[in-house]
């Protein structure tokens, strides 16, 4: 059975994990923390990063690399788009999820408000989370709000990586106290929410709730 290395709380591993929800692959889950990692796990994943993913002898480190090797070794039900542009934006929206969102909602927001209480017994720097709610967040909201479809989709016309890579971390702003102002942004709102509900990520999201809920 193959091995998926790194904590769930990483939104580059929960994409991972929902990609091999939705493709029914069964797996092992080693939740490596990362810091001071081991010269072992190192050769899983130079960088010392999470995800890593083995397979018998083989080896991958980087979520995109990873949710790419498992569309083409088990490419049913299709998480990539066939259409060129919508397979191409769907990669795109996985980028600004690990991007752009990520740079606000990471360290800015969830790390304040989850990790450093929860797991580093250090108090919420307020001020940093406020700041970033209040002056980050909003551009990113309301560029995504020109973007979601009537659908439910972000491309194409059926759940992609595009989505996985957004709503992983919609999860962690979540988690962190924060949703999106429907009164705003009534796309975006509905959309989070409508792909928040999907099984592979309900199932993801309820398992995690108890570690990094309210
Ligand atoms: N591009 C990488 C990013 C992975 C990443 O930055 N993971 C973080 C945890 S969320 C990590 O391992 N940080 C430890 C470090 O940078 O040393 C991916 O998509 O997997």
Same mark, same amino acid.
């Given at each position: 059975?193959?091995?998926? $290395? +790194?904590?769930? @709380?990483?939104?580059? &591993?929960?994409?991972?994990? %929902?990609?091999?929800?939705?493709?029914?692959?069964?797996?092992?889950?080693?939740?490596?923390?990362?810091?001071?990692?081991?010269?072992?796990?190192?050769?899983?994943?130079?960088?010392?990063?999470?995800?890593?993913?083995?397979?018998?002898?083989?080896?991958?480190?980087?979520?995109?690399?990873?949710?790419?090797?498992?569309?083409?070794?088990?490419?049913?039900?299709?998480?990539?788009?066939?259409?060129?542009?919508?397979?191409?934006?769907?990669?795109?929206?996985?980028? $600004? +999820?690990?991007? @752009?969102?990520?740079? &606000?909602?990471?360290?800015? %927001?969830?790390?304040?408000?989850?990790?450093?209480?929860?797991?580093?017994?250090?108090?919420?720097?307020?001020?940093?989370?406020?700041?970033?709610?209040?002056?980050?967040?909003?551009?990113?909201?309301?560029?995504?709000?020109?973007?979601?479809?009537?659908?439910?989709?972000?491309?194409?016309?059926?759940?992609?990586?595009?989505?996985?890579?957004?709503?992983?971390?919609?999860?962690?702003?979540?988690?962190?106290?924060?949703?999106?102002?429907?009164?705003?942004?009534?796309?975006?709102?509905?959309?989070?929410?409508? &792909?928040?509900?999907?099984?592979?990520?309900?199932?993801?999201?309820?398992?995690?709730?108890?570690?990094?809920?309210?």
């Amino acid at each position: 059975m193959p091995t998926l $290395y +790194g904590v769930s @709380a990483s939104p580059f &591993v929960r994409k991972v994990r %929902i990609v091999l929800a939705e493709k029914g692959i069964a797996y092992e889950h080693d939740p490596v923390i990362p810091v001071n990692v081991s010269a072992e796990y190192k050769k899983i994943s130079p960088l010392g990063k999470i995800p890593a993913y083995k397979d018998g002898d083989r080896a991958l480190a980087d979520s995109s690399v990873i949710c790419a090797y498992l569309e083409r070794a088990h490419p049913q039900p299709a998480l990539y788009p066939s259409d060129p542009y919508e397979y191409a934006r769907a990669l795109w929206f996985e980028e $600004y +999820g690990d991007t @752009a969102l990520l740079n &606000v909602f990471g360290p800015k %927001i969830f790390f304040q408000r989850v990790v450093q209480p929860r797991f580093f017994s250090q108090p919420c720097d307020e001020a940093i989370v406020q700041k970033a709610v209040a002056e980050d967040l909003p551009p990113l909201f309301d560029y995504l709000e020109g973007e979601v479809g009537e659908g439910g989709v972000i491309a194409g016309t059926r759940f992609s990586i595009g989505d996985i890579g957004l709503a992983t971390q919609f999860i962690n702003l979540r988690f962190a106290g924060f949703g999106v102002d429907a009164k705003r942004w009534p796309k975006l709102a509905r959309y989070v929410d409508h &792909v928040r509900a999907r099984p592979s990520i309900k199932a993801i999201i309820d398992e995690e709730a108890p570690l990094l809920g309210a």
